[in-house]
Antibody, heavy 120, light 112 residues
Framework: EVQLVQSGAEVKKPGESLKISCEGSGYKFIDYWIGWVRQMPGQGLEWMGSIYPGDSDTRYSPSFQGQVTISVDKSISSTYLQWNSLKASDTAMYYC?????????????WGQGTLVTVSS | IVMTQTPLSLPVTPGEPASISCRSSQSLLDSNDGHTYLDWYLQKPGQSPQLLIYLVSNRASGVPDRFSGSGSGTDFTLKISRVEADDAGVYYCMQRIDFPLTFGGGTKVEIK
């Protein structure tokens, strides 16, 4: 069974750094694109970027390029979403999502989400 | 690519049909492989989104056959033949023919 398990909720102050994680299991992690999706409070879904664990090829949405870093650690089947300096506007639920079809960017499987709250 | 969904909100009586429209600002047909890269997702209250339909009309694993997708080019429709209480939530279309991947704004289906 494919599972994506995300790290727990975070409460941070503006200007702080943060790295959240998403661990995949039940499938060959390195073979399938995995994406990150933001959902701000009461709002819709926004694609932030996707990474191919096999070679760390990463694609970012222009809206998030330079604002976050997506990375992967193949050895522990995990992908990460990182901020160097959080803003209050980063308060949101963040989902990782993947699939089991080689070369596709669709999202068959989703993590449970990580709620990030940024407040002074 | 801008994805526009209508309506924003859709109150439906159980057992009645429902239809959601999604339009893209550019064609989602890839002339290289013939696929049209439009998917539908449902986010039930308090849950992560789930894939319903991929490549316009293919139901994802476990999705009931009362859900169907159709369309081509830039105009797409998700239909529920007979709405059930469990179908409540926000439905999103998403294009993945080009980066950045983009979602529609969502349609909230409310059960009367």
């Amino acid at each position: 069974e494919v599972q994506l398990v995300q790290s727990g909720a975070e409460v941070k102050k503006p200007g702080e750094s943060l790295k959240i994680s998403c661990e995949g299991s039940g499938y060959k992690f390195i073979d399938y694109w995995i994406g990150w999706v933001r959902q701000m409070p009461g709002q819709g879904l926004e694609w932030m970027g996707s990474i191919y664990p096999g070679d760390s090829d990463t694609r970012y949405s222009p809206s998030f390029q330079g604002q976050v870093t997506i990375s992967v650690d193949k050895s522990i089947s995990s992908t990460y979403l990182q901020w160097n300096s959080l803003k209050a506007s980063d308060t949101a639920m963040y989902y990782c999502a993947t699939n089991n079809v080689w070369g596709t960017y669709r999202f068959d499987y989703w993590g449970q989400g990580t709620l990030v709250t940024v407040s002074s | 690519i801008v994805m526009t969904q209508t309506p924003l909100s859709l109150p439906v009586t159980p057992g009645e049909p429902a239809s959601i429209s999604c339009r893209s600002s550019q064609s989602l047909l890839d002339s290289n492989d013939g696929h049209t890269y439009l998917d539908w997702y449902l986010q039930k209250p308090g849950q992560s989104p789930q894939l319903l339909i991929y490549l316009v009309s293919n139901r994802a694993s476990g999705v009931p056959d009362r859900f169907s997708g159709s369309g081509s080019g830039t105009d797409f429709t998700l239909k529920i033949s007979r709405v059930e209480a469990d179908d409540a939530g926000v439905y999103y279309c998403m294009q993945r023919i080009d980066f950045p991947l983009t979602f529609g704004g969502g349609t909230k289906v409310e059960i009367k």
